[in-house]
Nanobody
Framework: QVQLVESGGGSVHTGGSLRLSCVASGLSLDHYVIGWFRQYPGQEREGIAS????????YYKDPVKGRFTATNDGAKRTANLQMDRLKPEDPAVYYC?????????????????WGQGTQVTVSS
């Protein structure tokens, strides 16, 4: 059974940084794709970053491009999201997700496995 466990959320001031981690267990050695999503209260989840376990291009949505960095350590089955220069519009619940095969994607319906979510708060 695949499980994704997230950690690293918390509260920072505007301009600060946080690093989210997502540790996967039960994954096979097949190719998988990692997605990072966030969800504002009362809204649907939106994809913000996606990358392949084999590296290559990392895709970012414009609101986080240049500030967030998604990485993957395949050997440790760990994905990370480094969030720098956090803004007042960044507070949300952040999720990691994984899917077998395919291309990088921002569509949450494509992902099979989800972390439990972690709250990020940014104060001025």
């Amino acid at each position: 059974q695949v499980q994704l466990v997230e950690s690293g959320g918390g509260s920072v001031h505007t301009g600060g940084s946080l690093r989210l981690s997502c540790v996967a267990s039960g994954l096979s050695l097949d190719h998988y794709v990692i997605g990072w999503f966030r969800q504002y209260p009362g809204q649907e989840r939106e994809g913000i970053a996606s990358l392949s376990m084999y590296g290559g291009d990392v895709y970012y949505k414009d609101p986080v491009k240049g500030r967030f960095t998604a990485t993957n350590d395949g050997a440790k089955r760990t994905a990370n999201l480094q969030m720098d220069r956090l803004k007042p519009e960044d507070p949300a619940v952040y999720y990691c997700a994984m899917k077998h095969g395919g291309a990088q994607s921002f569509y949450d319906s494509e992902y099979e496995y989800w972390g439990q979510g972690t709250q990020v708060t940014v104060s001025s």
